[in-house]
């Protein structure tokens, strides 16, 4: 079946750099979504795209969908602790989540 | 917004024992619920799909017979692991999506399993 991939599997930044995840697939993706689950947490739903190029934005959250819809980012601006976590990208489709990317933030 | 309660938090059992976990959506109903499994530091994995009323569907690899999932009502899946072994010890999850709603999957606080 459809599986995704994400890169970086890991990222420590500096509070206040900019952070991206990105989330690739083979086969084009009818909608992606994104989550986001704290250390001893569940995942949380952020967003899902569905059109070709589309851009949303949450506060300093930026997520794109591909033009050939194989593709997503999410970029956090000027990152704080408190966005410490593992970011997955899923398919809506068939629910198949990504590795994440682990996101270390040091004050 | 929707609110996927699961029950218990976290269970320890004996090898050989069985373990019921239970998901419930709070102030909406899903005709279709999701069991995942998740080890430390990995990625939420898909065991099943739970539909109410009739049989859940498996991934490749999850044995039903090990994992059973009965979705009896609108609001309640159970996910039960029978004659439990170390290995099965993991972080198991269920989600929801409310119909109508805003796409996402609402998931449940999720339930850790130790098996000693």
């Known amino acids: 079946g459809q599986q995704v991939m994400q890169i970086p599997q890991y990222q420590h930044v500096q509070e206040g750099e900019d952070f991206t995840t990105y989330c690739n697939s083979s086969?084009?993706?009818?909608?992606i979504q994104w989550y986001k689950q704290r250390p001893g947490g569940h995942p949380v739903f952020l967003i899902q795209?569905?059109?070709?190029?589309e851009v949303k934005k949450q506060k300093r959250l930026t997520f794109q969908f591909g033009e050939a819809k194989k593709n997503s980012s999410l970029h956090i601006t000027a990152t704080q602790t408190t966005d410490v976590g593992t970011y997955f990208c899923?398919?809506?489709?068939?629910?198949?989540f990504g590795p994440g990317t682990r996101l270390s933030v040091l004050p | 917004g929707a609110v996927v309660s699961q029950h218990p938090s976290w269970v320890i059992c004996k090898s050989g024992t069985s373990v019921k976990i239970e998901c419930r959506s709070l102030?909406?109903?899903?005709?279709?619920m999701f069991w995942y499994r998740q080890f430390p530091k990995q990625s939420l994995m898909l065991m099943a799909t739970?539909?109410?009323?009739?049989?859940?569907?498996?991934e490749q690899g999850v044995e039903k017979d090990k994992f059973l999932i009965n979705h009896a009502s609108l609001t309640l899946s159970t996910l039960t692991v029978t004659s439990a072994h170390p290995e099965d010890s993991s972080f198991y999850i269920c989600?929801?999506?409310?119909?109508?709603?805003?796409?996402?999957?609402?998931f449940g606080s999720g339930t850790r399993l130790t098996v000693v």
């Open positions: 989600s929801a999506r409310e119909a109508g709603g805003n796409y996402g999957y609402t």
């Open positions: 899923a398919q809506g489709q068939n629910f198949v």
């Open positions: 739970s539909n109410e009323g009739s049989k859940a569907t498996y």
């Open positions: 795209l569905v059109k070709s190029g």
């Open positions: 086969t084009t993706l009818s909608n």
């Open positions: 102030d909406f109903q899903a005709t279709t």
